[in-house]
């Protein structure tokens, strides 16, 4: 697989879409973090490691009625592109509506934890 990041996100994305109780998907820690992030701020929720020797990644969507919580979700940073910003940098999403998840120095969090914290970092996804 060549961008993890980008296949995690598209799998929320296809399984919102279809209305899916939940997704699994193969396990690695950098996508659990992004995973849990996004489950911390409601747009998720449960996130558990299943297996001992292959783990995978089981995630829950959350739904409003029938239409799902994530209404837009966008990969920033690629691997042919990679985009880095400082704290003062730190792109909104819709004016503060949705959420921005970085990779900083001290983990993966939201643009206002890394604001907070004056930690810039990898932009990795915008989610709203």
């Not at 849990?36 to 299943?50: A, C, F, H, I, K």
């Amino acid at each position: 697989m060549h961008d993890p990041i980008s296949d995690l996100l598209t799998r929320i994305r296809n399984a919102g879409t279809a209305g899916h109780a939940d997704l699994s998907l193969p396990h690695s820690a950098f996508k659990e973090s992004i995973a849990r992030v996004l489950s911390r701020e409601g747009y998720l929720g449960s996130v558990d490691v299943e297996g001992d020797v292959k783990k995978s990644l089981k995630i829950s969507l959350r739904y409003q009625g029938r239409k799902s919580v994530i209404t837009g979700l966008r990969q920033v940073s690629t691997p042919g592109l990679r985009r880095y910003v400082n704290s003062r940098e730190i792109p909104r999403v819709l004016g503060g509506m949705g959420v921005a998840v970085l990779s900083t120095p001290k983990g993966v969090m939201t643009d206002v934890q890394a604001r907070k914290n004056k930690l810039g970092g990898e932009v990795l996804c915008f989610v709203w």
